[in-house]
């Protein structure tokens, strides 16, 4: 079965960035969650749907 892929693509210069999924672990409540993020960002701020507490999660080194 063929997996496809999102993709987020950037009109401004052409260029497209492969849409990935992360499993989080919210830090106040400990609960885990999925996100969508672009494959260029390096941190996103995102709101665990449980608590609504909003973190910056690190995405690369």
């Known amino acids: 079965m ?3 892929i999102k993709y987020f693509i ?3 210069f052409n260029y497209s960035y492969p849409i990935l ?4 672990k919210c ?3 400990e609960n885990f969650f999925p996100i ?3 494959s260029n ?3 996103i701020e995102k709101e665990c749907p ?3 507490n909003k973190m910056d999660i690190k995405l690369k080194d």
Do not use: A, G, I, R
Request: aromatic share 14%; charged share 40%.
């Open 2 to 4: 063929d997996k496809k």
């Open 10 to 12: 950037l009109d401004k």
């Open 21 to 24: 999924t992360k499993d989080t």
């Open 27 to 29: 830090s106040f409540c």
């Open 36 to 38: 969508e993020y672009s």
């Open 41 to 43: 960002l390096k941190t």
């Open 50 to 52: 449980f608590c609504n």
